[in-house]
């Protein structure tokens, strides 16, 4: 969101007549992910941790003049970390 979106979201919100109770909900709601939101940034940083490792192995096969394991090989062995 640009500034000038948040600052009318902010003037939106504060044109409204909330009691403090209401505040402290909406307060919670924007600094709390939701359930969801939670699980997206897990699978986020899965793919982040499954790229990174797969990038580090063709560059050390590079590096060590070595064949390079078939997707296949690798998609077990990844699945293989999950279970344990």
């Known amino acids: 969101m640009s500034t000038a979106q ?3 979201l902010w003037a939106y919100i504060d044109g409204m007549s909330l009691k403090k109770k209401d505040r402290e ?3 919670d709601k924007l600094l709390n992910p939701s359930t969801k939101e939670l699980e997206t940034l897990r ?3 899965y ?3 499954s790229l990174t490792r797969a ?3 063709v560059q050390a ?4 003049g070595r064949q390079l394991k078939s997707v296949d090989v ?3 062995e990844l699945e293989l970390e999950e279970t344990v």
């Open 74 to 76: 690798f998609l077990a």
């Open 47 to 49: 793919v982040k941790e």
């Open 6 to 8: 948040l600052n009318n």
């Open 43 to 45: 699978q986020q940083e």
């Open 55 to 57: 990038l580090q192995e």
């Open 61 to 64: 096969a590079k590096r060590e």
């Open 25 to 27: 909900w909406l307060a």
